[in-house]
Structure formats: C-alpha cells, structure tokens
C-alpha cells in the first residue's frame, strides 16, 4: 500500500495570505495525485486531478504541481471560504488508492 | 444535475444487517464507476471498492473484502454497500462517488460525491 503522508497537520494563515500544503507518496504515483476539500458536515470535493489539473468549477486561486513522490497544493489570497481540510489521494495504484491524513488550514 | 443521493443515517447493534443505498440521477448511471468510502476519526478516508453498474464488476480493497458487499441495480441507478453482521468498529460515514469520466477501466478520479450516510453501530 503507498501511505500518503500530508504536512504540516494544521496551518493557521490569515486571510489573503498565500499558502503552501504539501503531499508526499512512500513511492512514486506519476501524476496520479488528486486533492480533495472538504468542509464540516460536506463530502470531499474534488480539486485538482492529475496533479495539476482543476476540476470544473474550482478558482484560479488554487494551483498542484509536483510528480513522482512530491506534490503541493497552493492557495494564492486565501479567502474566507478556503478554510477547510486538504486531502491529497494517489490513484497510481489499486488496490487500494490512498489518502493521506489531511492538513486543515485554519483562520489565524 | 448530476447527483448521487445516499440513504439515510441508520444505528444498529452489533450482529444486525444492514443495506445502504446510494442513487445517481442526471447522467446514464450504467457507464460509470462507483466507489464506496468509508471515513472514521482514526483511519481517515478509505476506499472500500468499487463497482461498474454496467456489468457489476466489483473490485474490494484488501481490508473490506468479505467485510461488505458491494452491489449495483442499474434499474434503478443505484448502487448499495452491505453487510451482514455489523461491528461496532464499522461506526463511521460512508461515502458513495462516480468517476469522473465514462471508463471500462476504473480511472481513480472521483468527482461526484454523495452526501454522505452516518453509521452507527452501538450495543
């Protein structure tokens, strides 16, 4: 199984502050990376997928590089609705495709 | 709008069955993958498995094969995850989510989620 470790576990940023989050695979998953938000109460919601590409509705704001076994996720001018938890998830191989832990990003 | 719709929360005992749902609308239910996911305090999120409508062909990660049973009624757009004999430690949200793209081959992109079902399992 490839663990997914996501760091740091809580970020504390002020609003439009620029944000960095990242993902690391114990082996490589190509582009295989896709992050999810997820807020209270709500599902996850898709983000980015193949390491770098947004899903349909999500802002510019919003950016995923990486491949191989390192991967981030940034946020530019955090807004006020972006305060949630990231989960990185590696699709590279299955069973099973995994996530990692999660980083919340909180209001400072 | 495409939408998949879980059933609602449920709390068993320990040893009962139980069978929860997950409906999709507003896109042809058959073509697409479904997954089930389960999300605890301690473990996170985990995939289940998966299933194509189309033809049921089902695929179990490791720790849930012969834990669940993974089913799909393409009558009537839904997909189901089962169990048996309920264990406390199967308490958690389980999540239903369609690929995101038409696919014989399960991509591993999930882009539609269900709203989640709450399970509790408590004596």
């Known amino acids: 199984e490839i663990v997914m470790t996501q760091s740091p576990a809580t970020l504390s940023v002020s609003p439009g502050e620029r944000v960095t989050l990242s993902c690391r695979a114990s082996q490589s998953v190509s582009s295989n990376l896709a992050w999810f938000q997820q807020k209270p109460g709500q599902a996850p919601r898709l983000f980015i997928y193949?390491?770098?590409t947004r899903a349909t509705g999500v802002p510019a704001r919003f950016s995923g590089s990486g491949s191989g076994t390192d991967f981030t996720l940034t946020i530019n001018s955090l807004q006020s609705e972006d305060f949630a938890i990231y989960y990185c998830?590696?699709?590279?191989?299955?069973?099973?495709?995994?996530f990692g832990q999660g980083t919340k990003v909180e209001i400072k | 709008e495409v939408q998949l719709v879980q059933s609602g929360a449920e709390v068993k005992k320990p040893g009962e069955s139980l069978k929860i749902s997950c409906q999709g609308s507003g896109y042809t239910f058959s073509n697409y993958w479904i997954a089930w996911l389960r999300q605890t305090p301690g473990k996170g999120l985990e995939w289940m498995g998966i299933?194509?409508?189309?033809?049921?062909?089902?695929k179990y990660s490791p720790p849930f094969h012969r834990q669940v049973t993974i089913s799909a009624d393409k009558s009537v757009n839904t997909a189901y995850l089962q169990w048996d004999t309920l264990k406390a430690s199967d308490t958690a949200i389980y999540y239903c989510a369609r690929e995101i793209d038409m696919a014989t081959l399960p991509l591993g992109v999930f882009d539609i989620w269900g709203q989640g079902t709450l399970v509790t399992v408590s004596s």
């Open positions: 193949g390491a770098s």
């Open positions: 299933i194509y409508p189309l033809d049921s062909e089902t």
């Open positions: 998830q590696q699709y590279n191989l299955w069973p099973p495709w995994t």
